[in-house]
T-cell receptor, first 113, second 115 residues
Framework: GNSVTQMEGPVTLSEEAFLTINCTYTATGYPSLFWYVQYPGEGLQLLLKATKADDKGSNKGFEATYRKETTSFHLEKGSVQVSDSAVYFCALIRGSTLGRLYFGRGTQLTVWP | EPEVTQTPSHQVTQMGQEVILRCVPISNHLYFYWYRQILGQKVEFLVSFYNNEISEKSEIFDDQFSVERPDGSNFTLKIRSTKLEDSAMYFC?????????????FGPGTRLTVL
């Protein structure tokens, strides 16, 4: 089947610390991989994506690399800010579907000044 | 910037009652979705909708659930007889791209509490 596993939260960091949120997946075929972010009171927003192996998605200082050999798509940021506090969701779409997303549980990130 | 809106933000209902959750997708989008997230669990797909019919549904989307696009702008999810386990955050999403492509834009969610 298709599934996404994210590291358990919550994650609490000081400003300017390095962030890693682990994500691994199980999928048939060749999925596209996504990170979504949800700020308080708002909907899920696409943060970055990668559509094939070895692609690196990046946005707002966040990066994630599609690793087929380890079935992973870990989210990283070199220096977090208080404004990065949010819930982060890893997700996949199988290549052959009409765009149904399979999500992980989400990881709550809190950044303290 | 266009956005997906959902109403109400919070709905409290008694078990066995019918509820309708409303969504207004982005106006030129063609694909519509409902997802839900039970507290502490994964965001789960419920149903996708295209060209006025369901294109895919999950095993969660049983006969108690239905979707409708009644007037060309709203997209609704109806739960006919709510159960305690239907308590969750319900997210609507829409997409304008071709099949398998294009970003899904999400609304802020409706928190449904069934007592």
């Amino acid at each position: 089947g298709n599934s996404v596993t994210q590291m358990e939260g919550p994650v609490t960091l000081s400003e300017e610390a390095f962030l890693t949120i682990n994500c691994t997946y199980t999928a048939t075929g060749y999925p596209s991989l996504f990170w979504y972010v949800q700020y308080p009171g708002e909907g899920l927003q696409l943060l970055l994506k990668a559509t094939k192996a070895d692609d690196k998605g990046s946005n707002k200082g966040f990066e994630a690399t599609y690793r087929k050999e380890t079935t992973s798509f870990h989210l990283e940021k070199g220096s977090v800010q208080v404004s990065d506090s949010a819930v982060y969701f890893c997700a996949l779409i199988r290549g052959s579907t009409l765009g149904r997303l399979y999500f992980g549980r989400g990881t709550q990130l809190t950044v303290w000044p | 910037e266009p956005e997906v809106t959902q109403t109400p933000s919070h709905q409290v209902t008694q078990m066995g009652q019918e509820v309708i959750l409303r969504c207004v997708p982005i106006s030129n989008h063609l694909y519509f979705y409902w997802y839900r997230q039970i507290l502490g669990q994964k965001v789960e797909f419920l149903v996708s909708f295209y060209n006025n019919e369901i294109s895919e549904k999950s095993e969660i989307f049983d006969d108690q659930f239905s979707v409708e696009r009644p007037d060309g702008s709203n997209f609704t999810l109806k739960i006919r007889s709510t159960k305690l386990e239907d308590s969750a955050m319900y997210f609507c999403a829409s997409r304008g791209g071709l099949a398998g492509e294009g970003e899904q834009f999400f609304g802020p969610g409706t928190r449904l509490t069934v007592l």
